[in-house]
Structures are given as C-alpha cells and as structure tokens.
C-alpha cells in the first residue's frame, strides 16, 4: 500500500469492498513558504493551490491526504473536486507516472482524533508526472484501521526504535 503506485482509493474500496467517498476539507491558494510540505512542493511552478481531504469508506475514515497543485493544472485536472484525484487524472486513459518520494511515521492530536486511533500512522508523499514533468505533490497518511485487513505493520515498534 504504501510503496504501490496504483491507486489508494482504488486499493481502499478494494480492501474494504465499500466505495470510497472523498470529504474535501479545503482547496485553496497555498500562500505559506511550504514549512513542512514535501520538499518536491519547490519543483511545481507556481502559483499554487493546495488541497486537503478525508478518504472514507462504509462510514470509516481510512485516510487524509493532502496534495499541491500548480493552479493552471489543478483548474484543468479538477475540475470534480469531490472525485479522487486519480479519477481525475485518468478519464481519458492519458499516461502518468508516479514516483514515490518518502515515507515517514508521524504523530498529531487531530489524525488520532480523526482516526480514532493511537498513531504513529504510516504516511507517505510522491509525485503525478505527465510528459516528463510534475503534475502534484501528493502526501497521504493512512489509519491504522488498514491493519484489518492488511495485517499489524509493526509501526509502535518501529517509532519506539527510532
């Protein structure tokens, strides 16, 4: 799941057997200098449009993503913006590529809060490229729910070692 460069929302509803609804939380004009984004968010030509929300499936909230769009691109691809980018991004079978950058063990109040569910939870960020150059920087970070049917990923352990 988190190293696949299919679909998450197409492995989540495959997971769970449940559609996957997408809760848009914002999408608006990224003013900030990025502290914290992905240091991929530099290669995107601005300006540019960040865009957060919440995967749900059958009631439960599997995941958060957040992605940043140059705002030429994210007008052209989004133009649902209650669709999962991937749907999106593929009505009309044109090519992409992905490429993914990081991955990471992160901890905040509101994804347990959110999640229902103690963290560390399991994130990580990649790249959309079309013609050679980037589309979006896309960052996800998954509930541990997911280990119903993906099995413990051992991250307690792992965030305790490092």
């Given at each position: 799941?988190?190293?696949?460069?299919?679909?998450?929302?197409?492995?989540?509803?495959?997971?769970?057997?449940?559609?996957?609804?997408?809760?848009?939380i914002a999408m608006?004009?990224?003013?900030?200098?990025?502290?914290?984004?992905?240091?991929?968010?530099?290669?995107?030509?601005?300006?540019?449009?960040?865009?957060?929300?919440?995967?749900?499936?059958?009631?439960?909230?599997?995941?958060?993503?957040?992605?940043?769009?140059?705002?030429?691109?994210?007008?052209?691809?989004?133009?649902?913006?209650?669709?999962?980018?991937?749907?999106?991004?593929?009505?009309?079978?044109?090519?992409?590529?992905?490429?993914?950058?990081g991955?990471?063990?992160?901890?905040?109040?509101?994804?347990?809060?959110?999640?229902?569910?103690?963290?560390?939870?399991?994130?990580?960020?990649?790249?959309?490229?079309?013609?050679?150059?980037?589309?979006?920087?896309?960052?996800?970070?998954?509930?541990?729910?997911?280990?119903?049917?993906?099995?413990?990923?051992?991250?307690?352990?792992?965030?305790?070692?490092?």
């Amino acid at each position: 799941m988190l190293l696949g460069d299919g679909s998450p929302t197409r492995h989540l509803r495959l997971l769970t057997g449940e559609p996957v609804t997408v809760d848009l939380i914002a999408m608006e004009p990224d003013r900030s200098d990025h502290s914290g984004a992905p240091t991929e968010v530099t290669d995107l030509k601005p300006p540019l449009l960040r865009r957060q929300v919440w995967l749900n499936c059958g009631g439960s909230t599997l995941a958060w993503a957040e992605s940043w769009w140059n705002q030429e691109q994210a007008d052209h691809h989004l133009r649902d913006r209650e669709q999962p980018i991937w749907r999106s991004l593929t009505q009309g079978r044109s090519e992409l590529f992905r490429e993914v950058d990081g991955l990471a063990l992160v901890e905040a109040d509101w994804l347990q809060a959110s999640f229902g569910l103690r963290g560390p939870f399991w994130s990580r960020h990649y790249r959309f490229f079309r013609g050679g150059k980037a589309l979006t920087v896309i960052r996800e970070v998954f509930s541990p729910q997911l280990e119903t049917w993906l099995g413990p990923t051992l991250r307690q352990e792992l965030h305790k070692s490092s």
